[in-house]
T-cell receptor, first 116, second 108 residues
Framework: EAGVAQSPRYKIIEKRQSVAFWCNPI?????LYWYQQILGQGPKLLIQ????????DSQLPKDRFSAERLKGVDSTLKIQPAKLEDSAVYLC??????????????FGQGTRLTVV | DAKTTQPNSMESNEEEPVHLPCNHS???????IHWYRQLPSQGPEYVIH???SNVNNRMASLAIAEDRKSSTLILHRATLRDAAVYYC?????????FGTGTSLTVIP
């Protein structure tokens, strides 16, 4: 089965510019996650969707970050405007079911963002 | 909201067993213990998970303490390809909160 697809793989932007990342989860997976991973740290959960509804966005900096998952499939994560501290790898993951704690999550390869 | 504690780094000789410890003293009765690993420049990948009983799969074994406040990931024969950061995660409410993980170095 195809894995989680993310694009672009790399992005370099200047501070105060906008950027968007795209994620296509594994077909049929209801739950989608976006993580931010700063160099040397573990991934930090930004937002979690169940189908097209948000179930947890408590750690999303809502003044500059936004995410949507139209039709409960693909998702986009946007940063506007970007700051230097947003430089990180942005990971998308999906899992098959909500509420089943014994299901695994599948991760994409991530998008490496550099803000200069 | 990392709820697990792991050593920052460990070393192992190639083809020897590796025991990666994890403490999760605040675990609740319904939390599953998951382990993921992250190879350089890749996204995390699933290794194993369990609830109460010890678990085995083709990649590793998971030993869970009787009180569930700690667990150990066991790689039976470390290879160079096992060099990665290993994350122990409590899956609570279908959410995966990562800590800083253990960076495993495998020495040839």
């Amino acid at each position: 089965e195809a894995g989680v697809a993310q694009s672009p793989r790399y992005k370099i932007i200047e501070k105060r510019q906008s950027v968007a990342f795209w994620c296509n989860p594994i077909s049929g997976h209801a739950t989608l996650y976006w993580y931010q991973q700063i160099l040397g740290q573990g991934p930090k959960l930004l937002i979690q969707f169940q189908n097209n509804g948000v179930v947890d966005d408590s750690q999303l900096p809502k003044d500059r970050f936004s995410a949507e998952r139209l039709k409960g499939v693909d998702s986009t994560l946007k940063i506007q405007p970007a700051k230097l501290e947003d430089s990180a790898v942005y990971l998308c993951a999906s899992s098959s079911a909500w509420g089943q704690l014994n299901t695994e999550a599948f991760f994409g390869q991530g998008t490496r963002l550099t803000v200069v | 909201d990392a709820k697990t504690t792991q050593p920052n780094s460990m070393e192992s000789n190639e083809e020897e067993p590796v025991h990666l410890p994890c403490n999760h003293s605040t675990i609740s009765g319904t939390d599953y213990i998951h382990w993921y690993r992250q190879l350089p420049s890749q996204g995390p990948e699933y290794v194993i998970h369990g609830l109460t009983s010890n678990v085995n799969n083709r990649m590793a074994s998971l030993a869970i303490a009787e009180d569930r406040k700690s667990s150990t990931l066991i790689l039976h024969r470390a290879t160079l390809r096992d060099a990665a950061v290993y994350y122990c995660i409590l899956n609570t409410g279908n959410q995966f909160y990562f800590g800083t993980g253990t960076s495993l170095t495998v020495i040839p």
